[in-house]
């Protein structure tokens, strides 16, 4: 059975396991105040061209997002994400959880534009119950979208200028983010990226590692108050820290993370290109490693007994649209399985 | 200056007030377990046809809402609502204080349909990821609705079928009730609609009592256990809980509650008619106490000379929909000042 | 039955209903905006000798707690109580219900001591594994106390003054201050007292109102911002602000609140002295309206059939310590026939 | 520098690591359906002796406790810990940020005893007041203590039983249940003390793994519903939960986590006879991997030259208990280099 099912089917790139075995049996203290993560934060902080940034690791996306959006937003606050963001649709409700609001606004291929953000903020502030309703207090997006869409440099820059006028921070959910920025489509690189928003993380669940994503304050001015001790009280601080941050080194090593996801980006165009060669339409044009195909069900049946890929919706009676992802560990064999099978 | 602001610009009615000086020195226990709560909640019940029902009083009605939805819902469960629903929009976050997330629904004239419900409820269960989703646990609407319209009873028989088949408890905001039941357009009664709804609430700050409002559980086997301790914990228990069941009382003693209701929509049909001779048009077409005018930007300031009313949104360059609201304390000179006023 | 079960048996004192019933036609604006909030907050700040203070009327003393608490810490940190703070103990776990621990110190007569407090910080911030643990962030004290007794000026001044060298602000629940103040044991006057804390409210549903509490920042700069909508979103604004105000606002007339507190504390004194005559101990040696006085299980039964007082522990197999409490509604028929009885 | 500082410093067992190795390349669904996360279980759960058991594998242990109390709570309801419990003191808060109260009962060595249980239970529900108070319902022990002491067999058991008969669960925190079982003095093996308690978690963090805690119900019938959705909600769902289930796989083949847990203890009754056979009295008598010695400043001072450990807290004006830890990482030069320096 070959999977193209999601980008966490597999273990941690060998580069990164090893660097795990290799620095196994080194003592260190806890809680990340071990060399490790010193180190594989000033590669980040380096490779994102931030001065003054502070990284923290985490072990999930989901977590990350909680932790981020409930200790930035203060209590009158909500956060605004597009009606189709991950944080909206497909976190059990982790926001909520943590007292505060989502509030939803209507979405383009996934994305949240500029004007419509800044329509939001006039109604909210030009309507005269405003001081009964959640405040908005940051806004969230992700990098690729829920969809595998991704921002133009100029949708960003518009969209991170509303946020400065209305004095919100933009966090940008990168759990897929070197997906974005190897995408052929993306004009924008990462210290780029980096200086057009307040806050940010870079995945490295769906990227390359065991687990683990890497949350990079762009200004340590921005990193709220003992933010250990918030990220304790949620859970989510592990007494190794170094799990993540040996794991981080290593894919900031020699543009270990770009290079891979690069990597995943090729298979992906070339599942685009397999399909659309033989005819099949796409719920939604994806530059990035995910691929959202419209098949007949009879035809999904019998892939079905090869591979491994996911449902995403009905688009007719007789037709599905399936997502097929392509990751770091996406090998030529599958993709002669595919192509073969086709 | 006389006032169409709002349902709550007064204190209470006089009835209800001589209640509270009747009872005024009467020694009673604390916590709502008084003689005065007893015979306030029988009379409810009998007003309500509910045999098995239970009732508690509470202050105001984002509290209750906060209340009975953080304490029937299950941790994994949101509420269901009209995306114009109170709880949605309204209260500050309320609900998602509590943890759970508002599910928001299209709605039509601030009411939600059952098809609209039934059309979420099976592509919910028929996405494979919503394991990964906020489930729905119940679902809510008001009566009125926030737009000053009512469910026929055919509409809500609907919505309670479709939430019996998915198991949910119907929950509904009656902060208005009295204005719904006794709109010309309601073919409800007060029994028929407590059989239409698993727990519902029946609004007395804005229909005659200085505050509070009493909420029904049609049975009492739905009551969360250790409900008194649920209000307290969320800041809601009065120690004199006589304070409001003492005017609960004179509410539903010779059907004051159905009288004095009924004077406000008599006040709201003749706002209606007034600025409808005059060529007004309307935001929406209300049956209740609540008409939403839509009326020139530079007559709104003449207007303003000698009337409070509320602003409630621009429909265009030189215009804006104002909310003229009735109540039970609407007088005839306010009337015909306003008549003079057109 | 004669009642002296506790402090909240009645409805309002008869001056307080007359405000309400003077006041209530005339129209005003809903949640705190009317001119009765504006005068009652005036003559509070100038009766506590605060001039740039800003008062908030609620409804009840949990609900007080709870707003003022998770309000003002910020997300490190806990409350400071004694281990038999009504926070600690009777309020069923509200505190903890806004995602803040109870730091429950050691007490004495229901006091927290400076030195114990200046203790405890220096541990804490000795223990090198504090930032792992809750952050003392504000030090909650009530006056009276859960048993009655009072801080004298100096033993305020010193608490005060530790928590000032330890930046956190102190919180006084005065949900029976009148009883406090009134005491022939105090020595200090609600100005002196308003000016040893950063934040405290005066009781008034055990003080002659129907119900309410008067919040008092002694500096508004120390009000948390959108205070309105935390309060909404903890269910707690009040539709009809005037409610509580139009109370708070005959009680500050004349002096109102303090005669009826004193008279309460005659009312205790004068019980006290009873049972003290009669041979009788108490639990505690209280100075105000709370009186614990030790009986006999057999004799207790008998003063059942004509009096209510309350159960409070047993202090050995054949004795209990039951509360006998006074009010501003004690009557002298109340007192003749405890005398008689006993 | 040799570190006896805690039981996390190194990463993980040399097979645990093989095992990630071995597996790493071979695709799994998400989430835990994957047959890593089986295998474990099965095997977990037969060391176990729980037919009915169900395992889920989270990533650390005040995640664990967090998860775990606040979804089997119910909302009026705190959970009863030792005033020196992990959850009452090291977590942050983590317990209150669910909503839920710490109940702090007196200990004795770490332990909560079935006497001191029994009594408060007893006070509680004596008490006319309990009504307003959080209801205990669940009690949480560790094993070992945050002292390093077991409960004997008997000892649990007793505290069992008095949960038994108050209905309430009994949730150990074994975030090192091994260096428990494997001590000398421990009368209890993993079957036994699995049939003592209705859920409990076998650490891995602390034993050989990179990170992970094995949470066990002893019936599935007590696992809360939905439970993945409550985890995710939190934050604490693994898209790879391949990374914790694959290592305790490896944990739990041939007896690998007792075989390296008693290595630990091993070590640890070496220290322990060290520093005793040089005249050095303990802070407590631990029969575990944690030793408390007492220590002259002067002494502690050149020791920190060549080795890490604890602060513990200062015994008097010139020494101070330290904790020096011991775990399967635990080498004979560690300890040689240790017994020359003493």
Request: net charge negative; proline share 4%; hydrophobic share 40%.
């Amino acid at each position: 059975m070959i999977s193209f099912e999601c980008d966490y089917i597999c273990g941690a790139h060998p580069a990164v396991l090893d660097a795990l075995a290799r620095t196994n049996l080194e003592p260190a203290p806890g809680y990340g105040f071990d060399r490790f993560t010193a180190e594989a934060s000033a590669k980040i902080l380096e490779a994102c061209g931030l001065e003054n940034g502070e990284v923290f690791f985490l072990t999930g996306g989901t977590q990350t997002n909680q932790i981020v959006i409930s200790t930035m937003l203060r209590g009158f606050e909500g956060v605004v994400a597009a009606k189709t963001g991950h944080v909206a649709v497909h976190e059990a409700g982790a926001i909520e959880y943590s007292g505060h609001k989502v509030i939803e606004l209507p979405q383009t291929d996934g994305k949240l534009a500029a004007p419509v953000l800044r329509d939001y903020l006039e109604t909210f502030y030009g309507n005269d119950s405003h001081e009964h309703m959640v405040f908005p207090g940051m806004v969230y997006i992700s990098f690729p979208t829920e969809y595998g869409t991704i921002y133009s440099k100029a949708e960003l820059e518009a969209l991170h200028d509303v946020c400065l006028e209305y004095r919100m921070p933009l966090f940008i959910d990168g759990a897929r983010l070197g997906y974005g920025l190897m995408s052929p489509e993306c004009d924008l690189d990462l210290k780029e990226f980096a200086h057009l928003c307040e806050v940010f993380y870079i995945g490295g669940t769906k990227v390359g590692a065991l687990c683990g994503e890497a949350l990079v304050f762009t200004d340590k001015a921005l990193t709220p108050p003992h933010f250990q001790n918030l990220i304790k009280k949620r859970g989510a601080l592990l007494a190794k820290g170094r799990l993540v941050s040996v794991q981080f080194d290593a894919l900031f090593t020699d543009g270990l993370y770009f290079e891979i996801s690069r990597h995943a980006i090729d298979m992906a165009m070339r599942i685009k290109k397999l399909f659309r060669e033989r005819g099949y339409s796409f719920l939604i044009d994806s530059p990035t490693n995910q691929q959202f195909v419209i098949i007949e069900d009879s035809r999904i049946e019998e892939l079905k007994k090869h591979f491994r890929f996911e449902f995403w919706e009905k688009t007719d009676k007789t037709r599905t649209a399936v997502r097929f992802a392509s990751s770091w560990s996406t090998t030529e064999e599958d993709m002669k399985a595919l192509e073969a099978a086709l």
